[in-house]
């Protein structure tokens, strides 16, 4: 028999050699955060799990600011320590990173195809505010509060978060969810034009963008903090 060719997987800003390799980094910080009754995640740990839980198919129609914490705890279906997402509904929601390493996916493949939608966009807006700074100068950013420098800005949203605005877009074509966006388009994973040209035209519309640290990125879509230029 030969060997199976491990395939190499992203998730939000990580990207893992396997299935395997994500897997036992997103168990490492649940063992790390196990013994801590509850206390609700920070850090990297927090940016990373986050990043799962923006493609997790339980928290698809969930915004983002009604996720008040994410913690380790003992589930509600037996003793055993899982993630769960705390909501500002004090609902107790139990997620497994599995769910989004091993299954098919719709939202997080939609969330993709829409981000290609809009890269030219961002690209230019990016190229347009970096022109301004000084090349080899560091800036602040207000999201972390650490130097950070102009060869490290990248494009965040202000305000309305890019999955939120993918969300009123599917509003907008009178869908409720993904998998009726894939019946209207045969079966073709909404991959036609007309529905990347149609998406692109409505995030013009409604997104605002900003320059700031890759390393705020995470926190960003959080929609903790933002900041603007002057």
């Not at 279906?77 to 997620?95: K, L, P, R, S, W």
């Not at 602040?140 to 102009?150: A, D, F, G, L, V």
Request: hydrophobic share 35%; charged share 25%; aromatic share 8%.
């Amino acid at each position: 028999m030969g060997l199976t060719m491990a395939i190499p997987l992203e998730i939000g800003h990580l990207s893992f050699s396997s299935k395997t390799a994500a897997k036992e980094h997103f168990r490492a910080i649940r063992i790390r955060w196990e013994d801590k009754c509850g206390k609700p995640l920070d850090g990297q740990d927090l940016k990373d799990v986050m990043a799962v839980v923006e493609l997790h198919p339980k928290f698809a129609s969930l915004p983002s600011n009604n996720i008040r914490s994410i913690v380790v705890d003992r589930s509600g279906h037996g003793n055993n320590a899982c993630f769960q997402v705390m909501t500002t509904n004090h609902e107790t929601i139990d997620f497994s990173p599995d769910k989004v390493i091993d299954g098919d996916n719709p939202f997080a493949d939609l969330l993709g195809v829409c981000r290609i939608a809009v890269v030219v966009d961002i690209h230019e807006f990016k190229n347009e505010e970096v022109v301004h700074l000084n090349v080899g100068e560091t800036y602040i950013c207000p999201i972390t509060n650490k130097e950070t420098s102009s060869l490290d800005m990248t494009v965040g949203h202000v305000g309305i978060k890019f999955r939120e605005i993918v969300r009123m877009w599917l509003q907008r074509q009178q869908c409720d969810d993904v998998t009726q966006l894939i019946q209207r388009s045969n079966g073709q994973k909404y991959l036609k034009q007309e529905f990347a040209e149609s998406f692109r035209a409505f995030h013009k519309e409604h997104a605002k963008f900003q320059l700031q640290s890759s390393e705020g990125q995470g926190v960003d879509e959080r929609g903790d903090r933002h900041w603007s230029k002057d």
